[in-house]
């Protein structure tokens, strides 16, 4: 990880939670002075703390390292509001419902916002029986290509990895409206209304 608990982190949870600083404290098995110490910017929890204290201010390791409290308000699990998210160094796609803090290579993730897809990457959508035959008119070499076609309703996610070796192109059935997504590996996510 390139980041560690700060003290406002600390202030800022505990606070949110009502806990006193001796409350905190009493929690994982330390001092109210130790808890003082570490808000204040003059010490940092050891790391053998750092699960007592995500458990105690009711947070994971990731919020509680990050500094931000992801509250996912998808309770319907409505899978519209999808996230993807891709690392940059192992190429993994990660897809959530929601907000969520995701890692990966000792990274934390941040979601992919979607843009209109460009004239650089034009889709064609053709009937084929009962499904639909996509092609996105891209090159597919390894420093540059599609990574992923996603298409997404309320309900369901249909997703299709590519690779470089192969086309940019899948057959999918389309049940309903929903969102077609598309990612460049050089330009980014991409989406359009189906």
């Not at 409350?23 to 204040?40: C, F, H, N, R, Y």
């Not at 290579?105 to 996509?134: M, Q, R, W, Y």
């Not at 086309?167 to 991409?190: D, P």
């Amino acid at each position: 990880m390139n980041t560690y608990i700060t003290g406002a982190t600390i202030k800022n949870l505990r606070e949110s939670k009502g806990l006193t600083q001796l409350q905190l404290a009493d929690k994982i098995g330390v001092s109210s002075k130790t808890v003082s110490k570490w808000e204040t910017a003059k010490g940092l929890p050891d790391i053998s703390l750092v699960e007592p204290l995500s458990q105690a201010l009711c947070v994971s390791i990731m919020e509680l390292m990050s500094g931000e409290m992801i509250t996912n308000k998808n309770i319907s699990s409505n899978i519209l509001f999808s996230k993807f998210y891709v690392c940059p160094i192992c190429g993994n796609v990660i897809h959530t419902t929601g907000e969520a803090v995701i890692s990966c290579c000792g990274i934390t993730l941040p979601p992919l916002e979607a843009e209109e897809i460009d004239d650089s990457h034009t889709i064609t959508i053709e009937n084929v029986e009962d499904e639909k035959f996509i092609t996105v008119n891209h090159e597919m070499t390894k420093n540059h290509n599609i990574s992923f076609i996603a298409y997404v309703t309320s309900d369901k996610i249909h997703f299709v990895k590519l690779y470089p070796e192969g086309n940019a192109e899948t057959r999918i059935q389309f049940r309903g409206k929903g969102y077609l997504y598309i990612y460049c590996n050089k330009h980014g996510l991409m989406k359009m209304k189906v």
